[in-house]
Structures are given as C-alpha cells and as structure tokens.
DNA sequence: CTGCGTGCTGTGAACGCGCTGAGGACGCCG
DNA sequence: CGGCGTCCTCAGCGCGTTCACAGCACGCAG
C-alpha cells in the first residue's frame, strides 16, 4: 500500500492502522515524491491526499494514468466544495473520500477497490491541450473542436495511449489499420500529415528512421 | 422483477419464490449482464447482489442512476460494516439488506420498495427540447407531441439515456431490436432515418464508422 | 557539389458507408 | 376478407473517406 499524505498525524496513523491489518505500506510526504513511488510499481493501491506540496493530488493521478499507470487510487480531500468529488474522479481517480472519515469506512473501501482490480481506463486521454473522448469520438485542441476522421481518430486514439513514446510505422499498421490487409506503408505518413494540419504542425515529432512520437 | 446473484443457489431460490409470489422473474450472474439487463428497462425492481463477477453492484447502480434509470434496487450483501451500508444507499440503492437474511423479511421489504414505486424519479427523460416520457410512452418537441411507433420510441429511449455518446449499430441492434433476431444493420439507419424526419434533421449526428450520437 | 534514402504532400480514383424510396410480409381491426 | 399501420429488406445513389502514386523537400554521405 502506497500512502501519500503531507500531515505528519495522519500518515503515521494511517500507516500504523494498515499496518495492523496486514498490509505492507509506504509512506510519501509529498506529490513529486508519491508519483515518483508509484511509477516505481510493486504497490497494489495507493491512498492519496489531495493538498499536497509539489503536485496535487489531481495532477498526480493524471500524470500516472498518463503513464499507464492503472493503479487503484482512493483519495481523500478535506474538501467537499471548491474540489468536488467528480473532478476526483475524473482525473482518474478510482474512488473518493472527504475528511474527516471513519477509519472503517476507509477500510473498508480500500477493500472494494483491491476487490476490483485494476480500475478501466479513464474514460478521456488528455496530452497538453489534446483531449479524446472514446466514448462521445470527440477530439479537442484547447477546447475546440476538431472533426476526425474514423481512420485518423483511431491513429490519434493509439498515439495518445502511449505519448512521448517513438512508434513505429509498422505497429501503427498493424494496430490502427487492419493487419490482415496489405496497406502501404506510405499510408501512415498520410494519415500523420492529415493529424498534423488538423492539430498543428509540431505536436507529432517525426523520429526519422524509427518512427513518430507524440509532443507531451 | 430482475434478480441479479452470481450465487447460482441463491439465484434460483430467489426465482423460485418469487415466481411462487405471482413475480415475473429474470436471472442475470454477471455485473455487466445485470447492468444490461435493467438498462433495457421493463422490470418493476431489482434485487441486487454486492459482490458480482465483472462489476460490483455499487458500480452497477452508480452507472444505472447515472443513466437516469430510476428502477428500484434492493441490494443484497454478506458485509454488515458501517460501509457497506452507507456506501450502498449513497450509491442509489433503495433498500440494503444483510446476508443471511429471512426470506419473509426481503418479500417484506421488497413489496414495501414496489409501494413506495420509483425512488424520486424524474418521469421524463429530457435533452435539449426533447422529452420522453417512458411511463406513458410520450415524446414531445418543444412541448409539440411527436407520435412514434414503438420501434422509434424504443431507439430514441435508449439514445436518450446517453446523450452526447457516440453508439455503434451492433449496439443498438443489440438493445432495442431482439438481439436474438437477426436483422440487418440497415435497420437501424433505416430507423435513425424515421426519427430525423420526424424530430429534425440535425438532431440525430452520424458519425462514419461509428454509430450515431443524440446531440445534446 | 552530386547522389541516395527517407519522409511529405497534392492529385485523383475507387471504394464503401450511410441515406432514401419502394415494396413485401405480417398482424390487427372492422 | 380488405384496409391499415408497422416492421424490415432491398437496391440505387451520393459523397466522404481512404489510399496509391508520383514528384518534391530535406538530411546525410561521399
């Protein structure tokens, strides 16, 4: 169990109490230094505040799940307005908690979420100012909309899982296009050049002789 | 009355007695096939099991009430922690009973759950200037009545629920005509069709390669 | 500088998706 | 039995999408 939390009291309280129950738990006082751990791996959730110096807890979750990171994540906010529970939860966050709460309570649905596994993907991919909605096959580029194509949403779609990763033009046919069929290479660079006029020129990096990559 | 138990035993118990009651009754075993099931609509109640394969019935009712189904859940669990309890009527169940529990109590409560009828439910389902009244099977359209047949009531019903998302064809075919029967997709543009003309054009977005979305 | 390899893009053609009108099958009702 | 409404199939058409091709730009090596 990974617990990221600034306030001294209730991380040593918390580790003691899961600690009690069996689990093996890591303590991280601040956002760098809980991302840091849970990109680290081994951990099989993570309870996370939000408050907390470097990187909020938001920004946390995001970035991991940016990361492919799946992670259970249970987080806890001493805030029940300004922040609100679905701007938790949409950041990727798999479950949510307002302080003050009952330590049974977190409990058990800590026990839920490891019940759960592995939470799905999050519903929107989010590259800089690129959003993806899969399920409204909505792309936005600082909150504009962009019309796609099925074949050049698909491209985006695959790109956008994995950014800042060098794909090469040879997974992008097999995945993005269907691998039986024999399509010419040279199609993705068509499909690439179209993405490019529709969300600007340098957000996909060509890496000559290896493949693209998608600008974080 | 839509039993949702992965407990096979229990499950047919449960049908059994309350077939014996005068109960119409279908068995789901899965979380998604539940979640299905009680989304098609029909049942006048669900009896709904914590601890499912797939899909927790937390995360059932959460995704159910999300959709704007208003159908009456009484959940079923082996836990008695303060969670459990809390947690599923925040989640949008009616009622919560513990297992084991006596079977006279659950007909007690179940029948308690009918009286009482729909949790709050808003009647109508409303996008935009459209509304869609289930109960009396009603669309109006700027307070203009639309008449449909069922087919159409059928297709718009299950497009309003999620209005905004983008649902494939097999999708469609699948829910609202008999996904035993086998039809042809262009059922279901032949349909989108009758709905545009009577509805508006532009109310209906197709989207290549996708399936249609209700625009929002 | 020339030559080569890799990637980009404008053109254009073929394809196939989705829309529509026509019409047949079926059930309901008088 | 005939009329009517609904459901669904079918075939044709329009048009957006997809992709091949060829010529061009650019980086790199000799």
Not at 63 to 71: F, G, I, P, T, V
Not at 109 to 115: E, F, I, P, Q
Not at 152 to 165: T, V
Request: net charge neutral; aromatic share 6%.
């Amino acid at each position: 169990m990974l617990v990221v939390e600034d306030e001294a009291r209730l991380a040593a309280a918390l580790q003691r109490g899961l600690q009690a129950e069996g689990f093996a738990v890591d303590v991280a006082a601040t956002g760098p230094a809980g991302l840091d751990a849970a990109r680290h791996g081994g951990y099989d959730a993570m309870i996370l505040d939000v408050m907390l110096p470097g990187l909020s807890g938001y920004e946390l979750v995001r970035r991991l799940r940016a990361e492919q990171h799946w992670l259970p994540v249970l987080m806890l906010s001493a805030k029940d307005g300004e922040y609100d529970q679905a701007d938790g939860l949409d950041c990727g966050a798999d479950d949510y908690l307002t302080k003050p709460f009952s330590y049974v309570v977190l409990l058990a649905r800590l026990r839920a979420l490891l019940r759960r596994g592995a939470p799905e993907r999050p519903t929107v991919l989010t590259v800089g100012d690129l959003r993806l909605d899969p399920a409204r096959r909505r792309v936005t580029r600082a909150d504009a909309e962009v019309a796609l194509t099925a074949r050049e949403f698909a491209l985006l779609d695959y790109l956008m899982r994995r950014p800042g990763q060098v794909i090469s033009k040879i997974e992008l046919l097999d995945h993005v296009w269907d691998a039986s069929l024999e399509t010419a290479p040279n199609a993705v660079e068509v499909y690439v050049g179209y993405l490019r006029r529709k969300l600007g020129r340098d957000r996909l990096e060509t890496v000559r002789g290896a493949g693209y990559r998608l600008a974080t």
